[in-house]
């Protein structure tokens, strides 16, 4: 079975995060997740 969630906020930024680095806790994923929302169209 195949769900879909929406994610805002911080959690979207952890989320995108988790799916670059594969790692929870990675401060460097965290800012580059961070740094491409802010640079998205979508993320505006």
């Excluded at 959690?11 to 740094?35: F, I, K, N, P």
């Amino acid at each position: 079975m195949t769900g879909v969630q929406e994610v805002a906020g911080e959690d979207r930024v952890r989320e995108l995060a988790r799916m670059l680095s594969g790692q929870e806790d990675s401060e460097a994923a965290l800012t580059h997740a961070h740094e491409l929302l802010e640079s998205s169209v979508v993320g505006r």
